[in-house]
């Protein structure tokens, strides 16, 4: 039997099926939150606020490793960064809180083809390693490049300090390959 189309002010079977399916679900979230300690609450509350603020990154932000030149023989070196532009500051704030990590929040320069101030939440170095670890297991699209920022953190051991010694050549080859890995992932 074929099921006719509802007319208007009639509601369809399968919306009505769906509608309860959902008020079941929602249901079922508010008593399982209600009936949590306030422990588990809160950790169910810091989850939703990082996958929120994956989401945000997913498609705002940018991962991404710097090469930069410094000193008088040109040497070269290697920084994992994460940013986000938005003209909306308080966005920037929440994000950053709810990340967790240290981070500064710039204005950027106005031109005269912006109507409004934009700012850059900047995340660098260990605290956009860690930033972009609590965020990975929320990304989708960008998830390759936070796999390629933890290969190179990992790999490249970056966080290892040599003081005045230059950093091994193989060392340098590791984090000059994954740089160019993320310069093909964009």
Same mark, same amino acid.
């Given at each position: 039997?074929?099921?006719?189309?509802?007319?208007?002010?009639?509601?369809?079977?399968?919306? /009505?099926?769906?509608?309860? !399916?959902? &008020?079941?679900? *929602?249901? %079922?979230?508010?008593?399982?939150? !209600?009936?949590?300690?306030?422990?588990? /609450?809160?950790?169910? #509350?810091?989850?939703?606020?990082?996958?929120?603020?994956?989401?945000?990154?997913?498609?705002?932000? !940018?991962?991404? *490793?710097?090469? @930069?030149? &410094?000193?008088? %023989?040109?040497?070269?070196?290697? +920084?994992?960064?994460?940013?986000?532009?938005? #003209? %909306?500051?308080?966005?920037?704030?929440? $994000?950053?809180?709810?990340?967790?990590?240290?981070?500064?929040? *710039?204005?950027?320069? +106005?031109?005269?083809?912006?109507?409004?101030?934009?700012?850059?939440?900047? &995340?660098?170095?260990?605290?956009? &390693?860690?930033?972009?670890?609590?965020?990975?297991?929320? $990304?989708?699209?960008? @998830? !390759?490049?936070?796999?390629?920022?933890?290969?190179?953190?990992?790999?490249?051991?970056?966080?290892?300090?040599?003081?005045?010694?230059?950093?091994?050549?193989? $060392?340098?080859?590791?984090?000059?390959?994954?740089?160019?890995?993320?310069?093909?992932?964009?």
């Amino acid at each position: 039997m074929i099921a006719s189309l509802p007319r208007k002010g009639q509601v369809s079977f399968w919306e /009505s099926t769906y509608t309860l !399916c959902i &008020y079941g679900v *929602i249901m %079922n979230l508010a008593t399982n939150v !209600c009936s949590t300690s306030s422990k588990q /609450s809160s950790d169910l #509350n810091a989850q939703l606020e990082i996958a929120w603020a994956a989401g945000f990154i997913d498609g705002e932000g !940018c991962i991404h *490793i710097i090469r @930069q030149r &410094y000193g008088k %023989n040109n040497k070269v070196s290697y +920084r994992l960064r994460m940013h986000i532009a938005q #003209n %909306n500051y308080e966005v920037l704030e929440t $994000l950053r809180a709810y990340i967790g990590e240290h981070a500064n929040i *710039i204005p950027i320069k +106005r031109t005269h083809s912006v109507n409004k101030q934009v700012y850059t939440l900047n &995340y660098d170095g260990v605290h956009a &390693y860690k930033a972009i670890m609590k965020l990975k297991p929320f $990304l989708i699209r960008k @998830q !390759c490049e936070a796999q390629a920022a933890n290969d190179f953190w990992i790999e490249g051991r970056v966080e290892e300090r040599t003081g005045r010694k230059a950093v091994a050549p193989e $060392l340098m080859e590791i984090r000059r390959r994954w740089y160019k890995k993320m310069q093909k992932l964009k």
